[in-house]
């Protein structure tokens, strides 16, 4: 399966806190993204970072993506209340560019 | 800033029945796509659309679904008899040409 595992299922941390969530993978990809979902609401996109990279950075979020082991991070620093939401890794194999989404974490930030 | 819409926001039906889910694609895009999210589990991939046609589709886009651009702004799901497990969020996207995918804010599908 190209789907996206992500762990923890679920976190819960203090305003001003980071936030890391992990993402892995089963098979080549040809880049992975991070979308962010609020409750009941639809998919935003967040980062996408390509095969041949290894890191990214986007304002308060920074993305690893480690090939060799298919797996991928997420780092919130300085977390807010507004970061509540459910963050998905989502992979892409092919031209068409359709998504692979694991189950996501869930992170709720504590003011 | 251009946004992908769906309609309606809910839909409720009685098993057997068709249901349409109606999308507005951001209006230059080129990509059209459809997934499903089932409460509590994992965003699905439904069905890729490309020049008038069905690029890729999942095992579970089977013969009860269809898609159609019917005109240039609308994209929309049909599925012609309902299950009650097709009830889930369904989610409209599309694309340019790059890998990013805009998402509508999605269709809630009950049915009962």
């Known amino acids: 399966s190209q789907q996206g595992e992500e762990d923890p299922q679920a976190l819960s941390i203090q305003e001003g806190e980071n936030a890391t969530m992990n993402c892995s993978y089963k098979?080549?990809?040809?880049?992975l993204q991070w979308y962010r979902q609020n409750s009941g609401r639809g998919l935003v996109h967040l980062i996408l970072?390509?095969?041949?990279?290894r890191e990214k950075h986007s304002g308060r979020l920074r993305v690893t993506l480690d090939t060799s082991k298919k797996s991928s991070s997420l780092l919130i620093t300085a977390s807010r209340a507004a970061d509540t939401a459910s963050y998905f890794c989502?992979?892409?194999?092919?031209?068409?560019?359709?998504?692979?989404f694991g189950a996501g974490t869930t992170v709720t930030v504590r003011a | 800033e251009p946004e992908v819409t769906q309609t309606p926001s809910h839909q409720v039906t009685q098993m057997g029945q068709e249901v349409i889910l109606r999308c507005v694609p951001i209006?230059?895009?080129?990509?059209f796509y459809w997934y499903r999210q089932i409460l509590g589990q994992k965003v699905e991939f439904l069905v890729s659309?490309?020049?008038?046609?069905?690029?890729?589709k999942s095992e579970i886009f089977d013969d009860q679904f269809s898609v159609e651009r019917p005109d240039g702004s609308n994209f929309t799901l049909k599925i012609r008899s309902t299950k009650l497990e097709d009830s889930a969020m369904y989610f409209c996207?599309?694309?340019?040409?790059?890998?990013?995918?805009?998402f509508g804010p999605g269709t809630r599908l009950t049915v009962t």
């Open positions: 659309f490309y020049n008038n046609e069905i690029s890729e």
């Open positions: 098979t080549s990809i040809n880049n």
């Open positions: 209006s230059n895009h080129l990509y």
């Open positions: 989502a992979t892409v194999r092919s031209n068409d560019y359709k998504l692979s």
């Open positions: 970072i390509r095969s041949n990279e």
């Open positions: 996207a599309s694309r340019l040409q790059g890998p990013v995918q805009y």
